[in-house]
């Protein structure tokens, strides 16, 4: 095959998607802890404003030097609203199961976002004549579906809600990652998240005054609020910027598929903080959907 024709390793992209592999690890695990001290809606709230307070700087220099396009404000709208729903019941799942089983099923997003991709994107169809792909998608909804069905208490009522909410953040998530690729093409990646983040903080906004109960927060104490900031910058605000950069350089599958490795991140961190356990089924099922991972990204390689 002629080198010419194939997609090259891209190593700025892939190391963009490590990178947010170890942030969102991390903050799987702080999401968990802060479950503790404030309410969903008052945890997205303030992390995300943490976001936005870190870009806005950036956001301004760009106004002030003309250098934001006026279009960026209207193509922001459908992803940010994506946004909001999804951040608002991906958190929520937080405070109905551990951080790796709720990442294990937010992974069945790789198949909303390769659907979505298919549709949308002309670039990205040629994998639908890839045995490879569909080999990888097919083991990658395998291992999901396994993890899933070998959980001990899975007729427990507070894990059946708490699995629904975390499929349909799958889904919302699947959206949410097409539209920002549709929205920001040819738009800067950090300009896009700056006035997205507005957009998601005034709505996580209104939903947390309306829903949930803001003033608690100043009762928390300075360890909490260490989290709740940092995290905020790290897991959102710089994140969110490096998965766009992904999704600009490789299309919004590939990415996808390579945070699939994400929830046995936050499997061994949730075990050090929560002592949660998978059983041995569970861990077979989640090394099928690796593998599936892996032969999805071949499949990327030799894309014409």
């Avoid at 946004?83 to 109905?96: H, K, R």
């Avoid at 040629?126 to 999901?144: D, H, P």
């Avoid at 910058?233 to 590939?254: D, E, N, P």
Wanted: proline share 3%; aromatic share 14%; glycine share 8%.
């Amino acid at each position: 095959m002629n080198p010419a024709n194939t997609r090259k390793f891209d190593a700025p992209a892939t190391l963009a998607c490590l990178s947010v592999v170890a942030f969102w690890a991390v903050g799987a695990i702080v999401i968990k802890f802060l479950t503790g001290f404030v309410d969903v809606w008052t945890q997205n709230f303030l992390r995300y404003l943490s976001a936005c307070i870190f870009w806005l700087p950036f956001l301004l220099l760009n106004i002030s030097k003309k250098r934001l396009e006026q279009s960026i404000w209207q193509k922001a709208v459908v992803p940010a609203a994506v946004n909001v729903v999804m951040q608002s019941v991906a958190i929520a799942a937080y405070y109905y199961l551990n951080p790796g089983f709720v990442m294990l099923l937010m992974q069945s997003g790789v198949i909303w976002i390769a659907g979505f991709s298919l549709i949308f994107f002309t670039e990205e169809r040629a994998l639908v004549k890839s045995k490879r792909f569909w080999l990888g998608i097919g083991l990658s909804m395998v291992g999901v579906i396994g993890v899933m069905f070998f959980k001990k208490d899975l007729a427990a009522d507070r894990t059946m809600v708490g699995i629904v909410i975390a499929l349909c953040a799958a889904v919302m998530w699947g959206m949410y990652t097409v539209s920002v690729k549709i929205a920001f093409k040819n738009i800067d990646s950090r300009r896009g998240f700056s006035v997205i983040s507005i957009y998601t903080v005034i709505g996580l906004g209104v939903l947390a005054f309306i829903f949930g109960n803001p003033l608690e927060c100043l009762r928390m104490r300075a360890w909490p609020w260490a989290c709740i900031v940092i995290s905020g910058i790290l897991c959102i605000g710089i994140s969110h910027v490096l998965y766009y950069v992904a999704i600009k350089r490789i299309g919004a599958t590939i990415p996808a598929i390579i945070l699939l490795a994400l929830p046995f991140a936050v499997i061994a961190l949730s075990r050090i903080a929560f002592g949660e356990v998978l059983n041995g089924f569970q861990l077979v099922f989640g090394a099928i959907l690796i593998v599936g991972a892996g032969f999805a990204v071949w499949a990327q390689q030799h894309l014409k």
